[in-house]
């Protein structure tokens, strides 16, 4: 009896086994089916599209041509006053920075000196006035002996030569207290044209020699530039072409200006010609020695290969642009040439077919051979932005 039911649970124990065993393979075949389906296959291929607003193409279009210059601002007008007789500077009545008008008395310089010495030339002049009336006298009595034959003609003619040189002891007089006088007058220093002082060159107090500056006065209403330009850039200039000016200090404001003057040879040493493009400052908002910038516009010149500024990068100091070619971005480096800030366009010199499109607006993370569709124009109001389609 104990004997069967040892044998029994034998039995049950080896069916349990058994079913475990098939279970749990079961159980690993489900487990593997479910991860199976949850491992990701290759991700599909996905490819960027663009937009009739993204895109450009090149177009032949003539460039507007710029000659950039730059200067400094100099006064058309100016004049460094200097004492035209030497002493002892009394006063300067005007300091820098002050408008003056023509004419007003800038500084005084004493004239005691020249003061005696007018005396004395007026005095060297009343005696020359006396030797002439006593010539005249005497002369007119020698008349009257010659008539009578009491003198000889040589007697007459010494008393005429007396004249004659008393006459001119008068005008040398005359002449010299004309220049004594002339020196008090130059004694007062008098702003030779209206302006504002740029300069005190000396003070009051000081012994000032002849020629010694004193005051420098600068008029504002007019300013000139003076500009280098390349020799080969002077045959399309003219006078009176139009000079646009940027000035250092007045942030985007802009000065008209006009080419007044062409020298006619170039600076020794660089073949460049210098051009002087007068400007009117009547409120006087610029001043003298401003550093200014400017450009020239000359004449265009024939059709040639253009893309928008905005299509062109540079990385590295090179150029170049994005293209879609047979369905992929591609990486063109181009050459550039002139540029037309205005319209937005430069000059491609690298070869670039007309019909191949070109990314116009810019564009992150762009990847060499990346799939791109160029997407058909839809009439939407909204600018068209580049965006992912999944292709499978």
Avoid: C
Wanted: no cysteine; charged share 20%; hydrophobic share 45%.
């Amino acid at each position: 009896m104990g004997l069967r039911i040892s044998r029994r649970v034998w039995v049950v124990a080896a069916v349990i086994a058994v079913l475990g065993a098939g279970g749990g393979g079961y159980a690993l075949k489900q487990r593997g089916a479910a991860n199976a389906a949850q491992t990701p296959g290759p991700p599909p291929t996905v490819a960027l599209e663009f937009g009739a607003a993204d895109l450009a193409y090149v177009s032949s279009v003539p460039m507007a041509r710029w000659l950039a210059i730059s200067g400094t601002l100099t006064p058309v007008n100016q004049a460094t006053v200097k004492a035209k007789v030497s002493g002892d500077l009394r006063e300067v009545r005007v300091r820098e920075g002050e408008a003056v008008r023509a004419g007003q008395l800038l500084a005084r310089i004493d004239t005691t000196d020249l003061d005696a010495r007018l005396i004395e030339r007026q005095g060297a002049l009343e005696s020359a006035r006396a030797q002439l009336a006593l010539a005249e006298k005497t002369r007119a009595t020698n008349v009257k002996l010659l008539n009578e034959k009491f003198i000889s003609q040589t007697a007459f003619d010494s008393s005429q030569s007396g004249l004659d040189v008393a006459k001119g002891a008068v005008k040398s007089a005359e002449a010299q207290v004309k220049i004594a006088e002339n020196a008090i007058r130059d004694a007062l220093v008098v702003a030779p044209l209206a302006g504002v002082v740029a300069k005190r060159h000396a003070q009051a107090g000081e012994k000032v020699a002849f020629d010694s500056p004193i005051v420098t006065v600068v008029d504002l209403a007019d300013l000139e530039l003076h500009a280098l330009i390349p020799a080969i850039d002077v045959p399309g200039l003219s006078i009176g072409m139009a000079v646009e000016l940027a000035v250092d200090g007045f942030g985007e404001r802009r000065f008209a200006g006009r080419i007044g003057r062409i020298n006619p040879s170039t600076e020794p040493g660089t073949r460049a010609i210098l051009i002087y493009v007068g400007l009117r400052n009547p409120d006087a908002t610029l001043r003298s020695g401003m550093f200014a910038t400017g450009r020239i516009a000359l004449a265009a010149g024939g059709a040639v290969a253009t893309l928008p500024l905005a299509a062109v990068r540079t990385e590295a100091g090179q150029s170049h642009v994005w293209v879609i070619e047979k369905g992929k971005l591609v990486r063109r480096t181009v050459l550039l040439g002139k540029r037309d800030e205005d319209a937005g366009r430069v000059e491609i010199r690298s070869a670039l077919p007309p019909e191949v499109p070109v990314l116009a607006t810019r564009f992150e993370n762009l990847k060499e051979g990346a799939p791109a569709l160029v997407k058909a124009p839809a009439p939407t109001s909204q600018p068209a932005q580049a965006k992912a389609v999944a292709t499978g």
